[in-house]
């Protein structure tokens, strides 16, 4: 099997089942990312982006998504033909995701540090092992340690108090944060970043962009990083695919994608699509 990359889509193609038949939607897709590396995919509302990304984690319930052809392999192996239970071990272990809306992630009813808790204890194949071999305290610590350095990291002031704290008192910014902070605590290979902080403050999602890619970065977690902004693009990742109608029309070092755009759809999005940093 081929393994040289983190994670390879395939000729990935995806139709979605209606009364008519199926509606093909994803058409013919191949991207993938190394190990630690930041990849942006950029293309207008309805081009495929979520859908795309979705798929790595078969998030898109079948039906009414139809995966028609191709493979998603991760470390060599086809995601596509994974049981349940295998992605289940996968998702918010190995790979992680942070969703446009905040609070589709954080469960109203408990803390901070709760949930975050949880994640570290209970999600992923690896749990399983940890919980077997070490005490109960001990992973709570740890869990509770790298809590509190991830919201560290993502600028959030008092950590251990905001750890006790409840998602409803807590800003926009700082939920989003946390959700980021989440998303890595099991230190995943892979992050699928889908729009985070869209529904924020231009300056506030700047900075919370800037954390999450310092952070990645020390720590080698790959991330696809979905965004309408082609300046967040140009500066988030190394590496830019553009989207239109469910296809790739477009890819390679985001500076050259940017500053010489071999399509007239890139040249449009130029003109089109927001370019504030
Ligand atoms: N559950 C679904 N059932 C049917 N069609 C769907 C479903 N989810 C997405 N689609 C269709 O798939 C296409 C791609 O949608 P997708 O959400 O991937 O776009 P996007 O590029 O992420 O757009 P945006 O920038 O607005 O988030 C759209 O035409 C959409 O209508
Ligand atoms: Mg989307």
New binding site residues.
Partial sequence: MDAKHLLEIKNLHIG?K?DEGV?P??KDVNIHIDEGEIVTIV??????????V?SILKL?PSP??IYTQGEILFKGQNILDMQENEIRALRGSEISMVF?DPMIALNPVFTIGQQMENIYLYQGASSTHARLSKKKSILKQEARDRSIYLLEKMSLPNPENLLKMYPFELSGGMKQRVIIAMALIKTPKLLLA??PGTSLDVTVQASINKELKRLVEEEHIAMFF?T?NLGVAKQLGKRTYV?KL?EVVEEGLSEDVFLNPKTDYTKHLLDVLPKII
């Fill in positions: 979605f209606n509606t939607t994803i293309g207008e509302s309805g081009s495929g982006k979520s859908v795309t979705r898109i009414p998504a446009q889908d729009e979905i309408h989207m469910g």
